[in-house]
């Protein structure tokens, strides 16, 4: 089947999915989730919480070449700093009373931003992995200069950075920003970390692009993590300005890509402004962004999140709609992760953002032990953990078996794995990471 083809049958496909889905509007829960309570997973928590004091000393790397402070990589497959694997990383370390892993997160980006406001979203010690022409890094870096400072609290370190920073900012606006709506998007879903998400295009010879959730509830973000910089440092006019951007960007995000038929944010096609109605990933970063009213998130998380018919599997929550038809649980680490169905942990910690913020709890304790049982199988059985996991049957998927070291073990992954604790330690000790900005 040709290109135009095959994104005519899948047309097709998704158009009789969201049909079906004007047919399940029910409300759905399981008992599973409602019978857990807290006090049964305290030793749960307390043993992911002792593994993973003993994995996590493997993400940090010390300073060397060009990274002129100390570094974290995913571990395992990747050697590398990225983006945002070193956001989630360095958030998990902010918890564990180390926010300086954070800011030197953010300092070693810093470093790689150049004249135009680029800055690559992978460095190695030889210098910046430019990936994707001038794609810049995703989304993230006033929220981790932001959180890091909070808790560090201290906000002068950076100072003599600020005005690189809102170069980036500045930068993003004119490479990604719609000019028609306001909106963000990705060129190619690689662009996004969520590497083949059926919700964006994933192969280059595909030039359609996207105005995407994510893209948009992160770059929302980012707006208000800059105006509450601006205003720790004293630059009123910035604070403002900023806080007008993101209001105006939030008001698009639910002028836009909000589907009141179909209850869920989807991508929006820039060519044609239709709905490109997959049920991925993607549609859920608005709710941990606290972008959608208390209505119309409830609604989200009832109809797709915690719908076994979409998004729920027995061993957490899908990256993409079991009803897509692209939907699919294949160990793929080349040339893209997969994000077409499997259980990521990262996916899984985004998601309980979303749902404590529109008040899941029962949900919230199923995920703590399906993930945190999930993984601990995993470290006993390999020392390690997968960045990713059959959602029907839990096996872990990549990296897979013939990966291994020079000794001939499994090289794994860890990386924003270790994000899995702070959903069991909310729920045990109601001690969240929320990633807010405030």
């Avoid at 990747?78 to 009373?97: A, I, P």
């Avoid at 993590?225 to 300005?241: F, R, S, V």
């Avoid at 960045?387 to 990296?399: K, Q, R, S």
Wanted: hydrophobic content about 35%; charged content about 25%.
């Amino acid at each position: 089947m040709n290109k135009i083809g095959r994104i005519l049958f899948i047309a097709v496909l998704c158009v009789s999915c969201a049909k079906q889905v004007d047919k399940n509007t029910e409300m759905h829960t399981t008992t599973s989730s409602n019978e857990i309570k807290k006090e049964d997973l305290k030793d749960l928590y307390s043993e992911v919480k002792t593994k993973f004091e003993a994995l996590s000393p493997r993400v940090i790397q010390p300073a060397e070449g060009y990274l002129e402070y100390p570094y974290l990589i995913p571990a395992g497959f990747y050697k590398q700093m990225w983006d945002w694997d070193g956001f989630f990383m360095g958030n998990y370390f902010v918890s564990k009373g180390k926010p300086e892993y954070l800011k030197y997160w953010a300092e070693n980006l810093i470093l790689g931003i150049d004249d135009e406001g680029y800055v690559s979203g992978c460095a190695t010690t030889k210098g910046p992995r430019p990936i994707f022409g001038k794609f810049a890094m995703k989304p993230f870096l006033s929220q981790g200069v932001y959180l890091a400072s909070k808790k560090l609290e201290d906000f002068e370190w950076i100072r003599s950075s600020y005005d690189k920073i809102k170069h980036v900012l500045s930068y993003r606006e004119k490479t990604q920003q719609d000019s028609i709506t306001g909106l963000f998007f990705w060129d190619v879903a690689m662009q996004s970390g969520a590497d083949n998400n059926a919700g964006l295009n994933y192969f280059m010879e595909d030039t359609r692009s996207y105005l995407a959730p994510d893209a948009s509830a992160w770059q929302y973000k980012e707006y208000i993590a800059q105006a509450e910089i601006a205003k720790k440092l004293g630059k009123e006019d910035d604070a403002k300005l900023y806080t007008e951007k993101a209001n105006k960007l939030k008001e698009a995000i639910n002028t836009y890509l909000w589907s009141d038929e179909d209850s869920i944010y989807y991508t929006v096609d820039r060519e044609t402004r239709d709905f490109y109605k997959r049920i991925s990933f993607s549609s859920f970063i608005p709710l941990a962004a606290g972008l959608a009213s208390e209505e119309n998130g409830k609604k989200t998380i009832e109809r797709y999140l915690i719908n076994p018919d979409h998004m729920k599997a027995k061993y957490g929550y899908r990256t993409l709609s079991a009803m897509d038809p692209d939907y699919n649980n294949k160990n793929i680490i080349v040339p893209f992760s997969n994000w077409q169905g499997p259980v990521w942990p990262i996916a899984n910690y985004i998601y309980s953002i979303g749902l404590k913020k529109y008040g899941y709890d029962a949900e919230l304790a199923w995920l703590g032990k399906t993930m945190g049982n999930l993984l601990i199988g995993d470290i006993d059985k390999f020392d390690t953990m997968h960045e990713n996991y059959h959602a029907d049957t839990g096996v872990p998927l990549a990296p897979s078996d013939d990966h291994v070291d020079e000794n001939g073990k499994i090289v794994g992954f860890i990386s924003w794995n270790l994000c899995v604790e702070n959903i069991l330690n909310g729920v045990v000790n109601d001690d969240w990471m929320l990633l807010d900005i405030n």
